[in-house]
Every structure is written in C-alpha cells, then in structure tokens.
C-alpha cells in the first residue's frame, strides 16, 4: 500500500496524543496521529466517573511517584509542571472554547461534567489545525531506516507504511486494555533497546482477608479515615468512601490509597486501617459506651453499637473485638484492620505505576537511543495521586516533547 511522509507520527489517539496533535504546528510538515482504535480518546471521555477529571488545584505540590525513585527524575517532573502545568492546561483548554471548574476538593472538570466535552474540543482543534487523523489503525512495528521512522500500521484494510522524521509513542500502559492499552507500546519501546521497571496496576479496588467483612457487602462508608501500612508502619492516610465488596474494598478511598502501597502488595506486608468514626476520639467514644452499657444492661453485646455505626458494620465490630472488652471495641472502631491480599489486577486499574524509566530518555523526553523518538504519557515510569494527575501528566508530557520536535525545525528555519 501507499507510503507517506511525515515531519511527526504520534502513535495513540488518548490524552497524551491527542494534547499533543492539538498543541502541533503543521508548518514544519505533516503531522499525523494514529489510533488503533474506531474513536479518539476512548478512555479520555470515560474519565472522573464520565466527568472528566482533567487537572487538580495541588499539581505542583504533590509528588508524582516513580518504581524506580530517584530524586533526579522527581526534580525533572516538577520542572515540567513548572513550565506546563495546571495553568497552561486550563489556558489551553479554555482557548479551546471550553469552561473548566475545580469542586470542593480541587479536582477540575469540564463545566458541563462531560469527560467527552474534553476529546471534542481536542478534535476540533485538531481538525481545524490540519493534523491527519487515522483511527483503526494499529501500529506493529517501529523501526529506523535510513534516518527515519517506519512505522507499519495494520488497518482493516491491510498494512500500510508511513515514514516519519520524529515519532512520539503515546499508547498509554497496560491498565484498562479495554481502552486499547494493553502493553503493546512497550515492545514497540523495546525495539530501540528501552526497558520497564516492574509494573504494577494502580488506582484500582484491593483484594482483602473478608473473614470479617462477608457480611457486609455492598455497605459503603462516607467519609472514613483509611490508613495504609507496610510492615506495620503507616505509610498514607485520607478520607474518603469505603465501599466493602466480596473481593474486599472498593471506593475512593481505596482507589486513593491504592496508589501508595500498589508496588508493594506482592510482599504480603500492606494492611489498611479503617477509622469508621473519624471524628469522634477514642476517649468520647469509650465514655459513650460504657454509659451506654451501664444504662442498657439488657442490649444484647451485638448491639452495643446501633445508632452509632450502620448497624451491620457495628455487629461486624462487635463479633471481631466484642469479646476484648470495650476498649478493643474502641480501637477496632478507630482502626478496623484489614490485611491486603492484592488488588483486582490491570483489567480493573486505572493506571499503570512504573514504565519506561526517564533516565532512558533525554531532558526533552527524547529516546537516548534514537534520535527523534519521543514518549509522553502513562508510558513512563511516572504515575500520579487520584484526582486528575494522571491527564496532567499527559499534557505537561506530551507537551515537552512538542516543544523539543517543534525547536529542531525552528531551529533549522
Ligand atoms: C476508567 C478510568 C478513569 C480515569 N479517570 C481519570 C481522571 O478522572 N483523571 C485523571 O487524571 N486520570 C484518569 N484516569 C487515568 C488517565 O485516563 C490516563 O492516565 C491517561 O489517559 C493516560 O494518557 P495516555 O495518553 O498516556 O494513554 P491513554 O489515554 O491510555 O491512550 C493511549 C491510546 O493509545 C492507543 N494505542 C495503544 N497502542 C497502540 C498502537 N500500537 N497503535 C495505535 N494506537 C495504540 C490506545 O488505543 C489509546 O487510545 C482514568 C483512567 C481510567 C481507565
């Protein structure tokens, strides 16, 4: 089939590829994105729950993680989001024609809470700025010939082959394949000698010992405190929902909290700590039980906290620590323990922790290996809190390599 030359070829169409495609001059040559799947930023519409968790009023505070965790590479993201980070999204965005507002967390979506408001506006932008746009198009193969890329494409109509001068590899992990991210981009990597750290699923529901909790399924619990330890020493906490499942918990809590331990469930080591009263002190909480006892000497022990917990998560309680006396009560109350089996695997996470480690790539995110080989994106060993760090990433990612294909030709010019 046809041949075609490109000055850049962005392989994925999600929220990397497409912040890119949007951001690209097209007077330096063609520019082309390629999409193995039917529509663009499949998983992008599906974001924030549908809404659209696009960015969060602590980007440039909280730290991104890495597997491999070196400061070096910390230093290199805050120097990117120093340079595009949530103000330059937000301007970005807001040229696009779209409104954007943080709620009561910090957490910035689309006015019109529509995850798919924001792949249209970047599809326009991108139409109106005369990038080509192949969806259905899978790309297999990535090698250098004579100075530049071929890229091999399989398509419903057979192979086709591109050339290009730069290529940017936005195709995402391996979380949620089916959004089309299933790994692939990383043996495309690999052709050019890169590596993964270990990868691991993140963001994502955990498996937990459900001895206590079988009766409790489907209760959810608003605003608890939940603690995350590692070999008994807490590691994170926040509050948040905590929804029990038959597999152990769900909510946002957990998915939060996920973040911080998921490189670690392997070892067996991870344990969460539930405060279901996290507003009432251990001392109040002792007072009003053993008033509540010594006022109702006949309330069966199942009992004794009705009115103070859902009473199906009070019986669960009472059954664990019941028979340790009132101040085991208390402290199971402040701190329901549940050890971490794992979690529910890639196929239910949302992102990917570990990638491509940046110390392969150059300061522009350029490939150590290969001239004019770019990535952006969940690909990399970077991974963000719940919240909307992730599509920041995206942008603040795909953005630098824009900036280092886009100074070449200026350069040259
Ligand atoms: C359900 C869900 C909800 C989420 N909610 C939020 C949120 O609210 N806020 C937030 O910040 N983050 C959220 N995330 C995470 C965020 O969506 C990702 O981190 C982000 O989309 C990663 O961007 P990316 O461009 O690197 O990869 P992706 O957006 O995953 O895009 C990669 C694209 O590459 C394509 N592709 C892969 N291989 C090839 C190939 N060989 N050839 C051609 N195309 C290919 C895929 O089909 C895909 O379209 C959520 C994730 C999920 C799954």
Redesign the pocket.
Known sequence: MGMKNYSTLI???????LFLAANAATEYGKVLL????ER?????S???NGQ????NARVGEAAYFSVRGDKTQEKQVQGYLARYGRKELLAFLERLGGLFLPDERGRYYPAGRQ?SAITDLLRYEIASRGVEVQTG????SLQKVGGRYEVK?KMAEGVRTYFAENVVV????K??KN????G??YI?ASAFSHTTTALYPA?VQLKTDVRHTKTLKGIRVMDARLTATVDGKPVQSLTGDVIFTDYGVSGDAVFRISSFVADKLDSGKVSLLIDLLPTVEKEQLLTILTEKQKNYPQLPKAELLCGILNNQVGRAVMKRYGEEGLSAVVDGVKGFALPVLGSLGFDYA??TKGGIPLAELDERLQSRNAEGLYF????LDVD?E?????????YTSAMVCLEAIEEKYRSKI
């Open positions: 392989i994925g169409g999600g929220a990397a590829g390629l999409e193995r799947g663009l930023g499949k998983k992008l599906s974001t924030g659209g968790n696009i960015t995850a198009a899978y790309v297999q494409a936005c195709t995402g992990g979380a949620a959004f089309g991210t299933d692939n981009g495309l963001l949302q992102i952006a994106g969940e690909i963000g719940c919240g909307g760090f992730n599509l920041q990433w995206a």
